[in-house]
């Protein structure tokens, strides 16, 4: 589904490298965690496989089904089923939470040449998935994330991944600060979603998200490359053990 063969990135106005030689692969229906600590390179992989503007990748390539994904657009990559969730979610006043979702399903069915849905078709859809991840009919009618908890906030970004039904989803939930309540809102979402034709990606600073949505693969970002893979035990002995002595090692 997703590979990243020795990927090297760098701010694209400073000299700065980023990303080291980062090399990971993910199948068809797998769930990864990346862990790291601050300023290892968690989001910025984030932002190169979304193809935000700022970083230059130097080396490397990125492989998403079977396409080079570095020569996509943002929308494009999208259309083709990669979703992904950031940190800080944006607000857009005057747009409801409901009709933001059918924009983003219409647009990407366009892209991919399906029909697009009416909106008694989406209407269906969009509250029979609503019921499932038990998101009330209320919030879809407010505009999108204003004056949302972040709670709520979890909510709608779990509603949006059911409804585009993406085949990878990257989430990038470091340093977010989620409280209990919001990370079971993830962690129930992201496991409701696990499907053995969809990938997951959870990039996360704390192992407590980990409690619940359970990895098949865990990997440790250092200085921007993975200095150590295994499964969800890694995650364990990440708490126990700090990051200090993984990036010992790989230094
Ligand atoms: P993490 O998510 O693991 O905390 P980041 O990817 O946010 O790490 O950052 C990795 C490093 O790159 C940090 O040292 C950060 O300061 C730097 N960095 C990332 N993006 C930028 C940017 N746009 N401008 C300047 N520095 C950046
Ligand atoms: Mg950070
Ligand atoms: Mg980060």
Redesign the pocket.
Known sequence: MLEINNLHVK?AD?D?A?LNGLTLNVKRGEVHAIM????????????VLAGRE??EVTDGSVTFKGEDLLELAPDQRAAKGLFLAFQYPIEIPGVATMQFLKVALNSQRKARGEKELTTPEFMKLVKDRAQKLDISQDMLKRPVNVGFSGGEKKRAEILQMAVLEPSLCIL?E??SGLDIDALRVVADGVNALRSPDRAMVV?T?YQRLLDYIVPDHVHV?SQ?RIVKSGGKELALELEAKGYAEFTKEAA
């Open positions: 701010l400073e700065r980023i790291g600590p601050n300023g290892s390179g968690k989001s910025t992989l984030s932002y700022g970083y990038d470091t340093d990039i600073h970002l921007g």
